[in-house]
């Protein structure tokens, strides 16, 4: 089945500063990479999203970054602010199989500084 | 439009017990899945339905069981409960099988 790690767990930046959390996947099949941001005690909300045929996309100052052939894709914030503090997850869906289920990376725990 | 809603919202139970969750979907979306989420974890999956078909299951012991219904709202049970199945219980729904999921709240269920 998939497996996706992700680097680092916890990451902590100077308002402003950019942020930059790295995730790998390992099965060749997956073609869909949601990010989400879970803020504490509430649900994971889906902040940016990319499939396989796109190799870069961006949404104000979110954009995320896929490289199928070395199988990694990564999530920037920048000008980043301290409501962007929050446990940041990646995903990955693989397409094999009936189930498109997602496989989630142990989350990166984001503080802002002010 | 209402996104994703869970209940109950919490939930306090003996170990042994059983309990049932529930689940409604975004209005239109017929693909539920089920993810448990441990305190400092990413969430696992447990189970997917589509079309009230069964499509996908995680690694969850048979106790673990769930089912769709003709609205597309679903139910999660877990019986003789376990203290390590205390989680955040978390519903997805997505309209097809090219789209993303969209979260509910989630039901926290402790186990004593």
């Known amino acids: 089945g998939e497996n996706v790690e992700q680097h680092p767990s916890t990451l902590s930046v100077q308002e402003g500063d950019s942020a930059v959390i790295k995730c790998t996947y390992s099965d060749s099949a997956s073609n869909y990479f949601p990010w989400y941001k879970q803020e504490l005690g509430k649900r994971p909300q889906l902040i940016i999203d990319?499939?396989?045929?796109?190799g870069e996309k961006k949404d104000q100052r979110i954009a995320v970054t896929l490289n199928k052939t070395a199988k990694h894709f990564s999530l920037h914030i920048t000008e980043t602010q301290p409501e962007d503090s929050a446990v940041y997850f990646c995903a990955a869906i693989s397409s094999s199989g009936s189930a498109r289920q997602l496989t989630f990376g142990s989350g990166t725990q984001l503080t802002v500084l002010p | 439009d209402a996104g994703v809603t869970q209940s109950p919202t919490h939930l306090i139970k003996t170990r042994g017990q059983h309990v049932t969750l529930r689940c409604s979907p975004i209005s239109g979306h017929k693909s539920v899945s089920w993810y448990q989420q441990v305190l400092g974890q990413g969430p696992q999956f447990i189970f997917q339905?589509?079309?009230?078909?069964?499509?996908g299951r995680g690694n969850f012991p048979d106790r673990f069981s769930a089912r769709q219904f003709p609205n597309y709202s679903s139910e999660l049970n877990v019986n003789a409960l376990l203290l390590g199945d205390s989680a955040l219980y978390l519903c997805a729904s997505s309209p097809g099988a090219q789209s993303g999921y969209t979260f509910g709240s989630g039901t926290r269920l402790t186990v004593v």
């Open positions: 990319i499939r396989s045929n796109v």
């Open positions: 339905y589509y079309e009230k078909e069964e499509r």
